[in-house]
Antibody, heavy 113, light 113 residues
């Protein structure tokens, strides 16, 4: 059974940093593209970032480019999202997703001054 | 970026009756490999998104056959043949042809009359 478990969310001040993790199990992690998608409170789904299977290729939404970094450790079956220079508009539930087919339960990031 | 436009944004339905959601893209979603990367997701209240349909009309494992997807080019439809109580939630279309970014529609809220 595919399982994705996000962690690392919380309350952070404007301009601060957080690192999200997504622990994967139930599939061969190193074979799949992975994604981060976020959802602001009461709003829709917004793609944030993607990484290919070996980590050699990444992409970012314009709204986070230069501030967020996606990475993965295939030996640990874990996906990461390093978030720097956080803004109030980054407040959202962040989901990791395997090939956009399976999604984790999400972790809430709240950015407040 | 490809803009995905869903209608209606709110859909009150009677149990046992059919429902239909439209999704239009700002450009054709046919990829160079001949596939059309249009997916549908369901998000029940308080839950993570779940993919229902991929490549326009292919149901994911475990998705009831009352859900069906159709369309081509820029116009797509998700149909529920007979709405059940567990179908309440928000439905999103998403394109994965012209990436990055992967883009979602605004979401359609399905509720029971």
């Amino acid at each position: 059974e595919v399982q994705l478990a996000e962690s690392g969310g919380g309350l952070v001040q404007t301009g601060g940093s957080l690192r999200l993790s997504c622990a994967a199990s139930g599939f061969t992690f190193s074979n799949y593209w992975m994604y981060w998608v976020r959802q602001a409170p009461g709003k829709g789904l917004v793609w944030v970032s993607h990484i290919n299977s070996d980590g050699s290729s990444t992409s970012y939404a314009d709204s986070v480019k230069g501030r967020f970094t996606i990475s993965r450790d295939n030996a640990k079956n874990t996906l990461y999202l390093q978030m720097n220079s956080l803004r109030a508009e980054d407040t959202a539930v962040y989901y990791c997703a395997k090939s956009l087919e399976y999604w984790g339960q999400g972790t809430l990031v709240t950015v407040s001054s | 970026d490809v803009v995905m436009t869903q209608s209606p944004l709110s859909l009150p339905v009677t149990l046992g009756q059919p429902a239909s959601i439209s999704c239009k893209s700002s450009q054709s979603l046919v990829y160079s490999d001949g596939n059309t990367y249009l997916s549908w997701f369901q998000q029940r209240p308080g839950q993570s998104p779940r993919r229902l349909i991929y490549k326009v009309s292919n149901r994911d494992s475990g998705v009831p056959d009352r859900f069906s997807g159709s369309g081509s080019g820029t116009d797509f439809t998700l149909k529920i043949s007979r709405v059940e109580a567990e179908d309440v939630g928000v439905y999103y279309c998403m394109q994965g042809t012209h990436w990055p970014p992967w883009t979602f529609g605004q979401g359609t809220k399905v509720e029971i009359k």
